[in-house]
Structure formats: C-alpha cells, structure tokens
C-alpha cells in the first residue's frame, strides 16, 4: 500500500507540472507572436513627421502615435522576457519531477502492480513530449544602442508624465472612495501596454509593485463579471408581450380577460429575470467600484516606489541590468494599471440604474418567491403553545 501510495503520490506532481508547462509554453509563444508584431518602424515615422512639418497639431499626434508604439513594443519585450524566464523555470522543474519519476521506477525495492507502473510509464511519457515541445524564439530584436535609448527615453517621459498628473491631483489614497470614478476618465490614445509579473532586486524590497500585479488581477476579473452580468440585461423591452393585446383593443375581436392574464404571466416571467440580473449587474459594478478603489490606492504606492528604482538607474552600460528590469517593469505596470482604470471608467462612468419595469419586476419577484419559497420553510413553533 505503501508503494501505491508514493507513486500516485509521484503520478499528481508530475501531472500537475505537465499543466503548468504547457501553460507556460502557451504564453511565451503568445508572448513571442506579440514582441515579434511589435516594431519600431522608423522609416515610417520620419515618413510621418515629414508630412507634418509647419502642422504642430499633426506634429503632436505623430508624436503621441510613436510614443504608444513605442510603449507597446517595451511591454511586448518586458513580457516575453518574464514569460521566457517562468517557462524555462516551469521546463526545469518538469525535468526535476521527470528524472524523479523515473528514479521511482528503477527501485528495485519498489515493487508496483503492473498496471500502475504503466500508467506512470505513461505519464512520464507525456512530460518528457512536452518537454521537448519547441520554444519559440523571437525574431524581431531592436536591441541597438538607439532603439535602447529611444525606450528607455518613451518609457521614463511617459511614466515621469503619469507620476506629475498624478501629484498635480493631490491625491491620497484615504480620499479615493469619494471620486466617482479613476480621475481623468477622458481617454488618452488607446494604450496597448500589458501586466507584468514584478521581480524585484536581490536584497530589495518594493511590496507595493509587487501587489499592483495581484490587485490588476483582481480587478480584472471583477470587470469581467460586470461586463457579462451587464450584457444580460441588454435588449430588455417592457412592452415586447403586451404590444400586440393593446392593438387588439381596436380589432373587432378584442383580447379576452384569459388572454391577457397570459400574456401578463409571460411578460412578468420576463420582468423577473431582468430583475434578478439588473440587481447581479448593480452588485458587480459595486464591488468593481470598491476594488478599483483599491487598485488606485495600490497605484498611487506604486508609482511612488517605481520613483525610487527609477533613482537608482543611469541607463548607461555600466548600469545594474538588474536594477533597469526592476525599474522597467515598475514602470510598465503603472501605465498599464493608469490606462486600464481609465477605460473601464469611461465604460461605466455612465452605465444608468433606472430599473426599466418601474418596480413590477420586484412585485412579481416577490410574488413568485413566495409561491415557490413557502413549501421549503420550516414550520414556525409558537413558544407560547404547551
């Protein structure tokens, strides 16, 4: 028993790096594709900036245009090194729970049933295939003094311009739950600049960035639940049923009481499906409204240790790489957490309340729930009876 134990033991963590491999190979490759869509165009810039000369609005726009280039093609590059970095410590990890597998099963001592050596042949089979699936390497590399200078340029200006707004506010993090929504909703170019896992210095400690990344997350997830629950309620028409009984008041065969009553049942099924789902979407923009709070307090931290690691980099070739990833990706995220607050509060800024049954949805919920609750309750005990 002893021996099942330990190799089903073995079988589920060699299982469960098989997962996290392929996962981790699903989004270098994705990374990969992205970094390698991403390029700094420059002939099409000066292209740009020729056409524009003496026009200082054009000049403007192709500026912001190269900037947001700019910022996406540093992202796509900060991500496919973090994603390259955890899959690799994924593939080690899978040869690790490989090679132990294998050790497991060369025991002499160790004497499984027949059937269950085979499965464990399987499976180790089946990691070693993924294992060997090909990694993809990325192509398009900019990694010329210029364009290094040109990003790190982008990248330091725009975050610089980000922390300025922010203090231009005066904003705390204990006042954040009296703003309506982000402030400065207005959209700025669409930004295309991703989440990063934050890896800080050895010997550092930025917990506030650290935390950033799993606040996005939840933030995230919280947008989604109010997208979806939003769009259940789209297309609600209060008088889809009744339209057609009010034109028969005018033909020569008028609705009969019977009918009317149906077509009332019907459309009050209607009322309460919108009500329930109108009350979820109202709940998820509320925990949104609480977490987006929480998001910007967190960016407000952030942005404010991103300053301090951006302090200890020169940018020149004797610069700590270590201390230039840290700081990229500090301020990678920041303007990633900026435009994602700044869109999701123009998407919902304006997301009206109005409960479109004028109240009917409620009385017939509460009808119905009486109807189908008053069979399930617990028979009340009258303390008062002997």
Not at 297 to 310: D, F, I
Not at 323 to 345: K, Q, S, Y
């Amino acid at each position: 028993m002893r021996n099942v134990s330990k190799v089903t033991s073995v079988m589920i963590a060699l299982e469960k790096a098989i997962v996290d491999t392929e996962k981790a190979l699903e989004a270098q490759t994705y990374s990969a594709a992205s970094l390698s869509a991403s390029r700094l165009d420059r002939v099409r810039w000066s292209h740009s900036l020729e056409a524009a000369l003496g026009k200082p609005a054009e000049l403007q726009s192709v500026k912001e245009q190269i900037t947001e280039e700019t910022l996406c093609r540093v992202s796509a590059q900060l991500g496919y090194e973090s994603d390259s970095r955890q899959l690799e410590a994924r593939r080690v990890h899978l040869l690790d729970k490989i090679t132990q597998a294998i050790d497991l099963l060369d025991e002499p001592e160790e004497s499984v049933s027949k059937l269950l050596k085979t499965s464990l042949q399987g499976v180790i089979l089946r990691s070693i295939t993924t294992h060997r699936r090909k990694v993809m390497q990325n192509l398009n590399t900019d990694n010329s003094g210029s364009d290094r200078s040109h990003c790190c340029r982008v990248l330091v200006s725009a975050f610089r311009m980000l922390s300025s707004d922010l203090a231009a506010q005066h904003l705390q993090a204990d006042h954040l739950h009296k703003l309506d929504w982000y402030p400065n909703v207005k959209l700025k170019a669409q930004r295309l600049v991703r989440i990063v896992p934050f890896e800080d210095n050895r010997g550092s400690a930025h917990p506030a960035n650290a935390k950033l990344v799993e606040l996005f997350g939840a933030f995230q997830y919280d947008a989604s639940i109010a997208q979806f629950a939003l769009r259940c309620i789209t297309g609600y028409d209060e008088v889809y049923y009744t339209a057609p009984i009010i034109e028969t008041l005018w033909s020569a065969t008028p609705a009969s009481n019977k009918e009317i009553e149906e077509v009332v049942e019907r459309q009050n099924s209607v009322r309460i499906g919108y009500t329930i789902s109108r009350a979820d979407s109202l709940n998820a923009l509320e925990q949104l409204r609480l977490q987006r709070i929480e998001l910007a307090a967190g960016l407000l931290k952030a942005v404010s240790e991103a300053e301090e690691l951006l302090a200890l980099c020169d940018f020149s070739e004797s610069s700590s790489n270590e201390n230039e990833t840290a700081a990229f990706i500090a301020m990678n995220n920041c303007l990633a957490v900026d435009a994602c607050l700044r869109e999701v509060g123009h998407q919902y800024k304006h997301v009206t309340a109005k409960d479109l049954t004028i109240g009917k949805g409620f009385d017939a919920l509460a009808v119905h729930f009486e109807q189908e609750a008053r069979n399930f309750r617990r028979p009340k005990i009258n303390a008062t009876q002997p």
